[in-house]
């Protein structure tokens, strides 16, 4: 009796071993062709980020001037109270980056960002609305395009 419930615990034993040595060997086939498909796009990544930096001479990055390149503003509320709001001419991130086509000029209204505040008092909110000087371009034409 004895040694048939050995060899019974022995059989559960070796049963879980093997369940659990091949699950080990599934998450390793797993994970190997995860590190695989990472690598693939940090590959096609690096690709496309040289391609563009090749491709956009005139890449120019500018700093927003209504935050200051902070990405919040402190906004004065009709009731006299201040609250800090995130700043939606950059949407938080402090600067855009824009391709300027040779002989353009950035924008003096929006200052390059395209975007101006805008806000309404009915609501209580900060917004932003597009510039019409460059039509959110940021950019303004020096001479026409041929």
Do not use: H
């Amino acid at each position: 009796m004895r040694n048939t419930f050995l060899i019974a615990l022995l059989a559960v034993l070796g049963f879980v071993g093997f369940q659990q040595w091949s699950g080990y060997a599934e998450r390793q086939r797993v994970e190997a062709e995860a590190v695989e498909r990472r690598a693939k796009k940090v590959q096609a990544a690096q690709a496309k980020a040289e391609k563009k930096a090749a491709s956009s001479s005139n890449r120019t990055k500018i700093k927003c001037a209504y935050c200051d390149g902070i990405g919040r503003l402190t906004v004065s509320l009709p009731s006299g109270e201040k609250k800090l709001t995130t700043c939606r001419v950059c949407n938080f991130a402090g600067y855009r980056e824009i391709v300027m086509p040779p002989s353009s000029l950035i924008c003096k209204d929006c200052k390059g960002m395209g975007k101006l505040p805008d806000y309404k008092p009915s609501k209580n909110r900060l917004r932003s609305k597009a510039c019409e000087l460059c039509s959110g371009r940021g950019f303004t034409l020096a001479r026409p395009l041929p």
